[in-house]
């Protein structure tokens, strides 16, 4: 392993020694490499069925999970059954033999403070889920039975098809998903890739001959068998105790020998590429992606050559392919990496965001992605380089910190499926060998007669429509003058191969702790400045998080200044970027964004090189340069996310709805897009220094810091931003407390098939007690709802309850998104369930009520997993001017407080009394107009037309509320 100083000089041996211990993976008991990081123990085995299982033994950990990850997915769905893969997903939730209560499952990991799902993608099939510590043996037993004994009950295949098909109806306005199956229909016909992968009732109906409930069970039948599945099982108990219970459990699953389907077509039929494919957008978007059909991956993990070439094509600071195309005003973002990589095949894909400046440079760009790859191959391919990447990969194998269980198991049952069982933990960061050739033998496929050229915009030619979900689009040769251009055309002399990155951490020491605290403590504080510290002595890596929040009037007093904070942030992110993304590479990044008071900047990583950042970030930030074409190009990005809100799906709009509704100040996106119109540059440069004139300042500095260090770092803001300004307080936004008995509607104009409803219930007040009290209420409702209404019922695909507290207010939704039918209906179902479950609530028992108490305060308690977690819960409690930093802890004691009686009137007089708070924010589907101009004219509400004017003359929760 050769190192590089960040000097010329020769590390001294001993120091070289030392360095390279450091970096060295270590191996568990069983041979599974692990970082020097990882307290946790590993063991992989096979059981006689021939399952792959790897468990982990955590005994710090507060969530047990569990994944299985089956190596089949939509790439075997039958061509006159597409989308049967993903409807199995579906089926296995639906009961089983040893439990065949539809939702019972869900409901015995809901109830106990967990969270499940799965997903059904080309190759595999991954289920998984967590729940508190204390229930993984019996939550194993449930999730097993998917794998040995699931009923397929007819009724519900029959139901279930509504909701794949509603899933699929969900989809149909979604770019990403549109785009996607455009890819499909230019894809070889004969490869499984083309196929429609969803799955619609036409696709899953029964058939003369062909009942679909017959093909799922012989699919399951023939696919689902234990020699192509990999089991990860997390938990706080020993590995021998985990052992024993998979083997127990997960030993009946059968093996059928299965095997994994050998594709031999290629991904693209021969003859048809290059090509140029034109897709027209719902949203108003320019995307151009360039992509190369390669070579399978998988077995060059250990030297990742592509990753090396989508390193230097990726690449954004000074002489990068995005540094020029900036420049030239045609690009405003840029990715490499590869977008699709299976056992068979992968590609490498080159994507790119557009100014509206650049869709007509459509060939220009592509020439410079051309002439970049042509400067890699003549001067790009260095030991030195792959060096870096290997140094920055193993940095953060050693200095790994805890995922969230539920996705680490996710994850590790994908990989086990790729990897060795040794290498399942390392193989995502291993780069052991520098292999030029192999990097060349890729370079050498990325070449203008092996492209598919995407464009993604609005007014391009086309003259074809996708039959399932009615995009236009063209495909087109890319002519024989343009194929030369992009072979032949020169580097331009501004590209340049990354010079050696000087964020590269050199001291990564833990330091000793010095002055251990269980919470923040104040090291500053006067008027208009508060200087938060703690010295992490939990989590012991050498990372820090460094937060400043700016808080000023002037941000977003009118719709004006909060355009113009949007603006400058923009433009601030712009100047930084191609400083900035040398330390992103190198794990140090940072974060600047708008919000009500201000915006805030938040620096997470490496802490030896945060000074550096955070110097080049205020100066960024006191001295931005604003350049008209830059300012332009700014603008009219912000302009195109504004008008795309409206294309947003109807349920995320509904809910958003809301948030304008109560908030303040909050301005509507028409009100900003008018106030955008007449901006200038000179507006910007004369708003900027009244924005930073009066502020107050909140910092947190958390992690691997002494108190001097924090004290360093707020220097260099107290130095050249806080010293030019005048100290002041800047409230917090507020919320409108909505009046009892008042039937508030607001309806949108969303153009989409289906109708959707968001139904905000607003607690009274700001208290402990109503917050525990509104928490409950989700928790025991949530699984309950989603049964009803989505899998009884079938409404719709999106279902769920959930509370939706805005600034410290408590409160819950209830939100559909229906094919089925009107938002009328929906919440007259809506009103039905909650009505009718109130029975089931009076009617719980103790043991069962204690059930659901356990699964929130799991919920509330949940240990925080790395230590940006736990800077980000500090930061909140900042901004909630909580400096005792446990408002967990006093939720959970008045979660604790709450008893059934309590609770049954709590719930009668919030979701059912005559005087509740509520408001309705909805949209009607294009299919559902007629029936619901007919229902409409029988309501009696308050219909809000205007969310500034409903806003007028209401009241607010007070500022601080003790209610108890």
Same mark, same amino acid.
């Given at each position: 392993m050769e190192l590089h100083a960040m000097h010329s000089r020769l590390l001294p041996s001993a120091l070289f020694l030392a360095l390279y211990l450091l970096y060295l993976p270590v191996c568990s008991g069983d041979n599974v490499i692990k970082s020097q990081n990882d307290q946790r123990q590993y063991e992989s085995f096979l059981l006689s069925n021939r399952l792959k299982v790897l468990v982990i033994s955590d005994p710090d950990t507060?969530?047990?999970?569990?994944?299985?990850?089956?190596?089949?997915?939509?790439?075997?769905?039958?061509?006159?059954?597409?989308?049967?893969?993903?409807?199995?997903?579906?089926?296995?939730?639906?009961?089983?033999?040893?439990?065949?209560t539809p939702g019972e499952y869900q409901d015995f990991v809901s109830t106990r403070g967990g969270n499940h799902n799965a997903y059904t993608a080309f190759e595999h099939t991954n289920y998984f889920f967590d729940i508190d510590k204390d229930y993984l043996e019996p939550a194993l037993d449930r999730f097993a039975q998917f794998f040995i004994a699931p009923l397929f009950t007819p009724e519900y295949v029959d139901r279930e098809k509504n909701a794949v098909h509603s899933e699929y109806q969900s989809r149909k306005k979604d770019d990403d998903t549109r785009l996607h199956q455009v890819w499909k229909r230019v894809a070889n016909p004969g490869h499984p890739f083309s196929n429609f992968n969803v799955g619609n009732l036409d696709t899953l109906s029964d058939r003369k001959g062909a009942k679909v409930r017959d093909e799922l069970v012989d699919f399951y039948s023939r696919h689902y068998s234990a020699n192509i599945m990999t089991l990860v099982v997390l938990g706080r108990e020993p590995n021998a105790v985990l052992?024993?219970?998979?083997?127990?459990?997960?030993?009946?699953?059968?093996?059928?020998?299965?095997?994994?389907?050998?594709?031999?077509?290629?991904?693209?039929?021969?003859?048809?590429?290059?090509?140029?494919?034109?897709?027209?957008?719902?949203?108003?978007?320019?995307?151009?992606r360039l992509t190369f059909p390669i070579?399978?991956?998988?077995?060059?993990?250990?030297?990742?050559?592509?990753?090396?070439?989508?390193?230097?094509?990726?690449h954004e600071a000074e002489g990068s392919l995005l540094s020029l195309l900036k420049k030239k005003g045609w690009v405003d973002s840029l990715s490499a990496g590869s977008q699709m990589s299976n056992r068979s095949s992968a590609t490498l894909d080159v994507s790119m965001r557009l100014t509206k400046e650049g869709v007509p440079y459509i060939n220009d760009i592509a020439s410079h992605v051309f002439q970049y790859l042509r400067l890699i191959e003549k001067r790009g391919i260095k030991q030195w380089i792959f060096d870096e990447q290997k140094r920055i990969s193993e940095i953060d194998f050693r200095f790994q910190e805890k995922p969230a269980p539920i996705s680490y198991v996710r994850s590790l049952a994908s990989n086990l499926q790729i990897y060795p069982a040794s290498d399942v933990l390392y193989g995502p960061?291993?780069?052991?060998?520098?292999?030029?050739?192999? +990097? /060349?033998?890729?370079? !050498?496929?990325?070449? *203008?007669?092996?492209?598919?050229? #995407?464009?993604?915009?609005?007014?391009?030619?086309?003259?074809?429509?996708?039959?399932w979900f009615d995009t236009a689009y063209q495909v087109t040769g890319l002519g024989s003058d343009i194929i030369?251009?992009?072979?032949?055309?020169?580097?331009?002399?501004?590209?340049?191969?990354?010079?050696?990155?000087?964020?590269?951490?050199?001291?990564?020491?833990?330091?000793?702790?010095?002055?251990?605290?269980?919470?923040?403590?104040?090291?500053?504080?006067?008027?208009?400045?508060?200087?938060?510290?703690?010295?992490?002595?939990?989590?012991?890596?050498?990372?820090?998080?460094?937060?400043?929040? +700016? /808080?000023?009037?002037? !941000?977003?007093?009118? *719709?004006?200044?909060?355009?113009? #904070?949007?603006?400058?942030?923009?433009?601030?992110?712009?100047?930084?970027?191609?400083?900035?993304?040398?330390?992103?590479?190198a794990g140090l990044t940072y974060d600047l964004y708008k919000h009500l008071r201000g915006f805030t900047v938040r620096i997470s990583g490496y802490n030896d090189k945060q000074a550096l950042l955070l110097s080049h970030i205020v100066e960024a930030l006191t001295s931005p340069i604003i350049k008209p074409e830059r300012f332009a190009i700014a603008k009219d990005e912000l302009g195109r996310r504004l008008r795309n809100e409206r294309r947003e799906p109807p349920h995320r709009q509904t809910v958003s709805e809301v948030s304008r509704l109560l908030l303040k100040p909050h301005w509507t996106g028409e009100r900003r897009l008018t106030a955008m119109q007449r901006l200038t540059v000179k507006d910007l440069e004369e708003f900027i220094p009244k924005l930073l004139s009066r502020i107050e300042v909140v910092i947190l500095a958390h992690g691997n810091l002494y108190r001097r260090d924090a004290l360093d770092l707020a220097k260099v803001l107290e130095e050249k931003l806080i010293s030019k300004s005048t100290p002041i307080s800047v409230p917090p936004g507020q919320v409108v407390?909505?009046?009892?008995?008042?039937?508030?509607?607001?309806?949108?104009?969303?153009?989409?098939?289906?109708?959707?409803?968001?139904?905000?219930?607003?607690?009274?007040?700001?208290?402990?007690?109503?917050?525990?009290?509104?928490?409950?209420?989700?928790?025991?409702?949530?699984?309950?709802?989603?049964?009803?209404?989505?899998?009884?019922k079938q409404l719709g695909y999106i279902v769920f309850a959930t509370s939706m507290p805005l600034l410290?207010?408590?409160?819950?939704?209830?939100?559909?998104?229906?094919?089925?039918?009107?938002?009328?209906?929906?919440?007259?179902?809506?009103?039905?369930?909650?009505?009718?479950?109130?029975?089931?609530?009076?009617?719980?028992?103790?043991?069962?009520?204690?059930?659901?108490?356990?699964?929130?305060?799991?919920?509330?308690l949940e240990k925080d997993k790395r230590l940006r977690t736990r800077s980000n819960r500090y930061w909140t409690e900042l901004d909630r001017e909580n400096y005792n930093f446990d408002s967990r802890r006093q939720l959970a004691d008045a979660v604790r407080l709450i008893t059934k009686q309590e609770f049954v009137k709590f719930y009668k007089r919030f979701l059912l009394s005559e005087n509740r708070k509520r408001i309705v924010a909805r949209s009607t589907g294009d299919q559902h107009k007629m029936e619901f101009a007919e229902k409409e004219r029988a309501q009696k509400y308050i219909v809000i037309r205007d969310p500034d004017s409903f806003k007028e003359g209401k009241k607010y929760f007070p500022r601080y509320d003790d209610t108890p």
């Amino acid at each position: 392993m050769e190192l590089h100083a960040m000097h010329s000089r020769l590390l001294p041996s001993a120091l070289f020694l030392a360095l390279y211990l450091l970096y060295l993976p270590v191996c568990s008991g069983d041979n599974v490499i692990k970082s020097q990081n990882d307290q946790r123990q590993y063991e992989s085995f096979l059981l006689s069925n021939r399952l792959k299982v790897l468990v982990i033994s955590d005994p710090d950990t507060d969530k047990a999970a569990a994944a299985m990850d089956v190596f089949v997915g939509s790439s075997r769905d039958p061509k006159d059954r597409q989308g049967l893969a993903h409807f199995l997903e579906h089926m296995l939730f639906l009961g089983t033999k040893k439990y065949p209560t539809p939702g019972e499952y869900q409901d015995f990991v809901s109830t106990r403070g967990g969270n499940h799902n799965a997903y059904t993608a080309f190759e595999h099939t991954n289920y998984f889920f967590d729940i508190d510590k204390d229930y993984l043996e019996p939550a194993l037993d449930r999730f097993a039975q998917f794998f040995i004994a699931p009923l397929f009950t007819p009724e519900y295949v029959d139901r279930e098809k509504n909701a794949v098909h509603s899933e699929y109806q969900s989809r149909k306005k979604d770019d990403d998903t549109r785009l996607h199956q455009v890819w499909k229909r230019v894809a070889n016909p004969g490869h499984p890739f083309s196929n429609f992968n969803v799955g619609n009732l036409d696709t899953l109906s029964d058939r003369k001959g062909a009942k679909v409930r017959d093909e799922l069970v012989d699919f399951y039948s023939r696919h689902y068998s234990a020699n192509i599945m990999t089991l990860v099982v997390l938990g706080r108990e020993p590995n021998a105790v985990l052992r024993q219970w998979v083997t127990k459990k997960f030993s009946a699953i059968k093996n059928v020998d299965a095997e994994p389907l050998h594709i031999t077509e290629p991904i693209f039929a021969e003859g048809r590429l290059p090509a140029r494919v034109n897709v027209i957008p719902l949203k108003d978007r320019q995307i151009i992606r360039l992509t190369f059909p390669i070579p399978a991956l998988f077995e060059f993990y250990r030297s990742k050559p592509v990753h090396y070439i989508a390193n230097l094509l990726g690449h954004e600071a000074e002489g990068s392919l995005l540094s020029l195309l900036k420049k030239k005003g045609w690009v405003d973002s840029l990715s490499a990496g590869s977008q699709m990589s299976n056992r068979s095949s992968a590609t490498l894909d080159v994507s790119m965001r557009l100014t509206k400046e650049g869709v007509p440079y459509i060939n220009d760009i592509a020439s410079h992605v051309f002439q970049y790859l042509r400067l890699i191959e003549k001067r790009g391919i260095k030991q030195w380089i792959f060096d870096e990447q290997k140094r920055i990969s193993e940095i953060d194998f050693r200095f790994q910190e805890k995922p969230a269980p539920i996705s680490y198991v996710r994850s590790l049952a994908s990989n086990l499926q790729i990897y060795p069982a040794s290498d399942v933990l390392y193989g995502p960061y291993a780069m052991d060998k520098y292999d030029p050739t192999l +990097i /060349r033998y890729f370079l !050498a496929r990325l070449t *203008p007669d092996n492209v598919l050229v #995407t464009v993604n915009a609005k007014d391009l030619q086309t003259n074809m429509q996708d039959p399932w979900f009615d995009t236009a689009y063209q495909v087109t040769g890319l002519g024989s003058d343009i194929i030369e251009r992009l072979q032949n055309d020169e580097p331009d002399p501004l590209l340049a191969i990354p010079k050696r990155n000087v964020f590269l951490p050199a001291d990564l020491s833990v330091k000793l702790p010095k002055e251990v605290t269980s919470k923040p403590i104040q090291l500053k504080k006067s008027r208009g400045f508060e200087l938060w510290f703690q010295q992490d002595n939990t989590f012991r890596v050498p990372r820090a998080d460094f937060y400043f929040s +700016i /808080r000023s009037k002037s !941000a977003n007093d009118s *719709p004006e200044h909060a355009v113009l #904070t949007q603006l400058y942030v923009k433009i601030v992110n712009d100047q930084l970027n191609e400083f900035s993304y040398p330390a992103y590479l190198a794990g140090l990044t940072y974060d600047l964004y708008k919000h009500l008071r201000g915006f805030t900047v938040r620096i997470s990583g490496y802490n030896d090189k945060q000074a550096l950042l955070l110097s080049h970030i205020v100066e960024a930030l006191t001295s931005p340069i604003i350049k008209p074409e830059r300012f332009a190009i700014a603008k009219d990005e912000l302009g195109r996310r504004l008008r795309n809100e409206r294309r947003e799906p109807p349920h995320r709009q509904t809910v958003s709805e809301v948030s304008r509704l109560l908030l303040k100040p909050h301005w509507t996106g028409e009100r900003r897009l008018t106030a955008m119109q007449r901006l200038t540059v000179k507006d910007l440069e004369e708003f900027i220094p009244k924005l930073l004139s009066r502020i107050e300042v909140v910092i947190l500095a958390h992690g691997n810091l002494y108190r001097r260090d924090a004290l360093d770092l707020a220097k260099v803001l107290e130095e050249k931003l806080i010293s030019k300004s005048t100290p002041i307080s800047v409230p917090p936004g507020q919320v409108v407390k909505l009046p009892g008995a008042k039937q508030y509607v607001r309806q949108l104009e969303i153009d989409h098939p289906d109708s959707a409803i968001t139904i905000y219930v607003q607690g009274a007040n700001r208290s402990y007690t109503t917050k525990a009290m509104v928490s409950l209420t989700a928790q025991v409702l949530s699984s309950p709802f989603y049964n009803d209404l989505r899998t009884d019922k079938q409404l719709g695909y999106i279902v769920f309850a959930t509370s939706m507290p805005l600034l410290e207010v408590p409160g819950m939704v209830f939100i559909v998104q229906s094919p089925i039918t009107d938002p009328i209906e929906l919440e007259t179902h809506i009103e039905r369930f909650l009505l009718d479950y109130y029975e089931s609530v009076a009617r719980m028992s103790e043991t069962d009520f204690e059930k659901h108490r356990q699964g929130l305060l799991a919920r509330i308690l949940e240990k925080d997993k790395r230590l940006r977690t736990r800077s980000n819960r500090y930061w909140t409690e900042l901004d909630r001017e909580n400096y005792n930093f446990d408002s967990r802890r006093q939720l959970a004691d008045a979660v604790r407080l709450i008893t059934k009686q309590e609770f049954v009137k709590f719930y009668k007089r919030f979701l059912l009394s005559e005087n509740r708070k509520r408001i309705v924010a909805r949209s009607t589907g294009d299919q559902h107009k007629m029936e619901f101009a007919e229902k409409e004219r029988a309501q009696k509400y308050i219909v809000i037309r205007d969310p500034d004017s409903f806003k007028e003359g209401k009241k607010y929760f007070p500022r601080y509320d003790d209610t108890p």
